[in-house]
């Protein structure tokens, strides 16, 4: 089976500058939800890769997370779709862990209990750390522009030879094209 890896806000959900604090808060990008479960059905497994500093800063709990989530993965099972797993960083930028992207620890974790091959996975994101650590690991980088995709895009013109795609919807329509028997 093949993998996807996601990152969650400007890329399934809307983003915030002041954070996403509460699933009242956590509004699927148009399209998104829809797109992942498209995936499911091409047989592939769905994960999430995602930086949740709010927790260390004191802006939301991980009940609160865990709410985000749930209201996700209810949302998503609404339109016929799921997600293996959702793997997050709850630590800030000064904490220098491991688990924080643009590091690798949470895609180690991955490659771990899912035995995939990452230089064979997509990974797709709309900030400069995820490409990063997409990178660092040898997974295929594709870059949205919604959240801070097109920021990200303008302030790293050279991020203009990769893969983007002006939104999740597109970039799933681009990987079933590309992987379809010839």
Known sequence: MSFII???D????????????????WIP???SLEAIATLNRAGYQVLIVTNQSGIARGLFDLETLN????KFVNELAAVGGYVEEIFFCPHQ??????????????LHQIQKKYDIDLKKTFFIGDNLCDRQLAQAVGCQPI??????G????????????????PDLS??????????KPC
């Open 150 to 165: 097109q920021r990200t895009l303008q302030n790293h013109p050279e991020l203009a030879i990769d893969l983007h795609f």
């Open 10 to 25: 400007g890329v399934i959900n809307q983003d915030s500058d002041d954070y996403i604090k509460s699933a009242d808060e």
């Open 6 to 8: 996601l990152d969650r």
């Open 170 to 179: 597109a970039a799933v329509t681009f990987i079933l094209e590309r992987e």
């Open 67 to 70: 709410q985000m989530h749930e």
């Open 93 to 106: 930028p000064s904490d220098y862990c491991e688990c924080r992207k643009p590091k690798p620890g949470m």
């Open 143 to 148: 870059l949205v522009l919604t959240g801070k």
């Open 29 to 31: 990008i148009p399209g």
